[in-house]
């Protein structure tokens, strides 16, 4: 994994549009379907892109940058300021009434995993976003991403978890070494499925 410091706006705009035109199974939807159209979820995205490359978590994985994942430390957070402004820019992107909504359904979906590790007083490395650019989907980044995840976590011995939105989703991420731990459902469409890798030096 390379640690990536800039992004053009094009690039940014790039991964948004992987997350905005996945298409789902029957009966599923993306938690970011509240937003209510594909440019508010655009906004959305690039700003949580954006956030998520200003903190530093941003990795590119490949010889031409054919994945990007963020991964965030449990006892790491964004810059301050990134942190006091992204309500108002969430706002900006969204509108006050989406954002609302939004927040109201996470709430709506009980305890995250990793705020129940951190009760516990555990620590971990949180996958923030993997992303495979369009063009190289079903050509095993996501398997390259995730080893290099693997790789990092078992240099830390750290568990790694993730929240994954579709049933396709999670059982491509169990069929690549990690457990379901849970599943936080907002709705009857919209769910988050828990996922967790535990290295093999903490067993």
Same mark, same amino acid.
């Given at each position: 994994?390379?640690? !990536? !410091?800039?992004?053009?706006?094009?690039?940014?705009?790039?991964?948004?549009? +992987?997350?905005?035109?996945?298409?789902?199974?029957?009966?599923?939807?993306?938690?970011?379907?509240?937003?209510?159209?594909?440019?508010?979820? $655009?906004?959305?995205?690039?700003?949580?892109?954006?956030?998520?490359?200003?903190?530093?978590?941003?990795?590119?994985?490949? %010889?031409?940058?054919?994945?990007?994942?963020?991964?965030?430390?449990?006892?790491? &957070?964004?810059?301050?300021?990134?942190?006091?402004?992204?309500?108002?820019?969430?706002?900006?992107?969204? *509108?006050?009434?989406?954002?609302?909504?939004?927040?109201?359904?996470?709430?709506? *979906?009980?305890?995250? $995993?990793?705020?129940?590790?951190?009760?516990?007083?555990?620590?971990?490395?949180?996958?923030?976003i993997l992303c495979v650019?369009?063009?190289?989907?079903?050509?095993?980044?996501?398997?390259?991403?995730?080893?290099?995840?693997?790789?990092?976590?078992?240099?830390k011995r750290l568990p790694?978890?993730?929240? +994954? %939105?579709?049933?396709?989703?999670? &059982?491509?991420?169990?069929? $690549? *070494?990690?457990?379901?731990? *849970?599943?936080?459902?907002?709705?009857?469409?919209?769910?988050?499925?828990?996922?967790?890798?535990?290295?093999?030096?903490?067993?």
């Open positions: 994994m390379k640690k !990536v !410091v800039i992004m053009s706006d094009s690039e940014i705009r790039e991964l948004a549009e +992987t997350y905005a035109d996945y298409s789902f199974r029957p009966g599923e939807k993306s938690i970011f379907s509240v937003l209510g159209s594909r440019d508010r979820i $655009l906004r959305y995205l690039e700003m949580s892109i954006q956030t998520a490359l200003k903190s530093g978590w941003i990795y590119s994985v490949g %010889d031409n940058n054919e994945a990007f994942v963020a991964i965030s430390y449990s006892d790491s &957070h964004p810059p301050l300021h990134i942190m006091l402004s992204f309500p108002f820019r969430a706002m900006k992107a969204v *509108g006050t009434r989406h954002l609302y909504d939004l927040s109201q359904l996470l709430k709506n *979906g009980g305890v995250s $995993l990793a705020d129940r590790m951190k009760k516990n007083g555990e620590k971990f490395l949180s996958v923030e650019r369009k063009e190289y989907q079903g050509k095993g980044y996501m398997r390259k991403a995730m080893e290099e995840v693997f790789r990092l976590a078992d240099e790694v978890i993730l929240e +994954t %939105d579709e049933t396709l989703k999670a &059982h491509k991420y169990r069929h $690549l *070494g990690m457990e379901q731990e *849970g599943v936080r459902r907002f709705t009857p469409e919209i769910a988050f499925y828990e996922m967790s890798y535990r290295p093999k030096t903490m067993l």
